[in-house]
């Protein structure tokens, strides 16, 4: 087999420690791989990078395509960017995936059945960053879920079930509220959910979802879901084995990946010999699952599994009832190494299906064209002064000759027409405009020629109408591209 060369960085605090560490072990399971090492993080940062990674090392990265990396520490402060974040985007890094699993009864969990793989979209969702304030009581955050993107989250979940053997698939979103962005989600993972009838799949609402994976994480197998769920259950997946100082996880792209530990820098306990490499190692292994070097892959695990139930442990998992020897980072990696070639007794041991396992693809996602046709626009108005009743009838009579103004909502909640006196108002409201000869149900809706909403913005401008914002309401191939408002 020829060698594969991955990018290296060794990080901050504790990360040269466990790196080195967790590469001796590759070395001696003869992983086939070579390195290059660039520097990242709080050297860089300091230099005055505020991205914390130099163009050379963006080369380094571009050219090897895999990327195994210590933590990092970022410095406090304002101006430094996420490393983190920025490499994710750039790399088109679209999944997360975290294995999260019990190593009962030598590390003590109160979940000792847990084994359960997270996995989060990566790149869109509120994480896209694009945040205003609007008006002086208002701010906001654009949620962009994209099909491509979900699409692609979703097929890699049920691809990753299929090659590691996992036999259920559950999505988390909010549908019932969010029902076109979350509703996205059901929707293809309904689709794609039908082409694996081996795999179990269930939709879940992720407030109940989450509840359920901390009490009984024992009911999941592979989870997926969007970013912000994705970012808290995948923490608390994490905590409640017993050992987040034990996870990996893998930040998955097209060509592209990045493997890493799922803890930080642990500044306090650098350069003391102290730290547990298994997180990083743990990573490493996912690593050499993605570059299909199963054996070398089976060959730690297993060991990592032996000096573990021997009761040979670092300081952060030591404990009275199954420890039976303290050790460093060096004496644990050399434990390892030592072990390399035999199984665990009481733990399972790691079985790679050879035959079952391929590199997990995802489809090239063609768009259909949609039909898309306009419908009216939604107006978002400060205004701080005026009753909805008041900015109704105000509206309502600048709004012809072709529009008309259907109702107004703030925060979601329709005040006019016809509001309740004690809805709270902000000064940002929401004034949806149609066809003046719309009629109620919303599925009939007729056209509005495109010329007729900026016609209609200069004409709230001239009379001293602040417009902050405009949402125009669409249907895609005759279905609604958009919400209704609370009581409309
Ligand atoms: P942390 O995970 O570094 O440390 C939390 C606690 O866990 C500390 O008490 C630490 O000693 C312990 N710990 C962590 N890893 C350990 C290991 N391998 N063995 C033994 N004990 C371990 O989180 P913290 O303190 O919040 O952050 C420290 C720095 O790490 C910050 O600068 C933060 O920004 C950075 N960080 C970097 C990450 C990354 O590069 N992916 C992820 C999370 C934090
Ligand atoms: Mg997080």
């Known amino acids: 087999m020829s060698k594969t060369r991955i990018t290296v960085a060794k990080g901050d605090g504790i990360g040269p420690e466990i790196m080195d560490a967790t590469l001796r072990i590759l070395e001696a399971a003869g992983a086939e791989l070579e390195y290059d090492y660039i520097d990242i993080g709080e050297k860089v940062y300091l230099s005055g990078n505020t991205a914390g990674i130099t163009p050379e090392s963006w080369d380094t990265l571009r050219k090897n395509k895999i990327f195994l990396k210590a933590p ?19 790399l088109g890094l679209f999944a997360n995936v975290r294995p999260c699993k019990s190593h009962a009864p030598f590390i003590e969990s109160k979940h000792p059945m847990m084994d359960t793989v997270i996995v989060r979209e990566n790149e869109e969702d509120l ?19 994209s099909i491509p993107g979900t699409r692609k989250i979703i097929r890699y979940a049920f691809e990753y079930a299929k090659v590691y053997g996992r036999k259920k698939v ?11 962005t979350d509703g996205l989600y059901s929707e293809v993972f309904r689709e794609i959910a039908a082409e694996y009838p081996e ?13 359920l994976l901390a009490d009984h994480p024992e009911m999941f197998d592979v989870v997926v879901t969007l970013n912000l769920y994705g970012d808290i259950i995948s923490d608390i997946a994490a905590q409640i084995t017993g050992s987040v100082g ?48 199963l054996k070398a892959a089976e060959k730690i695990s297993n060991a990592w599994r032996k000096t573990i139930e021997e009761g040979i442990h670092t300081a952060d998992i030591y404990n009275q009832a199954t420890s039976k020897q303290k050790v460093g980072t060096k004496a644990f990696a050399d434990a390892i190494i030592e072990r390399l070639g035999q199984r665990p007794n009481q733990f ?24 898309k046709v306009l419908m009216g626009s939604d107006l978002f108005i400060d205004d701080p002064e005026i009753s909805a009743d008041g900015l109704g009838e105000k509206l309502s009579a600048l709004a012809g000759p072709d529009l008309k103004l259907k109702m107004i909502t703030n925060r979601g909640v329709k005040v006019y027409p016809d509001g309740l006196p004690e809805t709270f108002c902000t ?19 007729k056209p509005v020629e495109k010329g007729a909403i900026p016609a209609l913005m200069s004409k709230l401008l001239e009379s001293g109408v602040d417009v902050v914002k405009t949402e125009n309401l669409y249907y895609f191939d005759g279905e609604l591209g958009f919400s209704l408002g609370q009581g409309e």
């Open 72 to 90: 990092i520490t970022t410095p406090q402060g304002g101006g430094y960017k996420s490393l983190n974040v920025t490499i994710r985007k750039s």
């Open 127 to 145: 994480y896209a960053g694009i945040e205003h304030r609007q008006t002086t009581d208002v701010y906001q955050c654009l949620k962009l879920v």
């Open 170 to 180: 559950t999505c988390m979103v909010k549908d019932n509220i969010m029902k076109i």
């Open 199 to 211: 795999i179990e799949s269930e939709l879940r609402i992720i407030d109940i979802g989450a509840a």
């Open 246 to 293: 034990l996870g990996g996880s893998s930040n998955i792209g097209k060509g592209f990946a990045m493997f890493e530990a799922v803890h930080g820098s642990a500044p306090d306990i650098s350069g003391k010999d102290m730290a547990n490499p298994s997180g990083l190692l743990s990573g490493a292994i996912l690593m050499l699952e993605h570059l299909g070097q």
């Open 348 to 371: 399972a041991p790691v079985e790679m299906n050879v035959d079952r396992f391929r590199p997990i693809e995802v489809e090239e996602y063609t768009r259909p064209k949609a039909e």
């Open 427 to 445: 000064d940002h409201w929401r004034c949806r405009f149609v066809h003046k000869d719309n009629p109620k149900d919303v599925k009939q809706m």
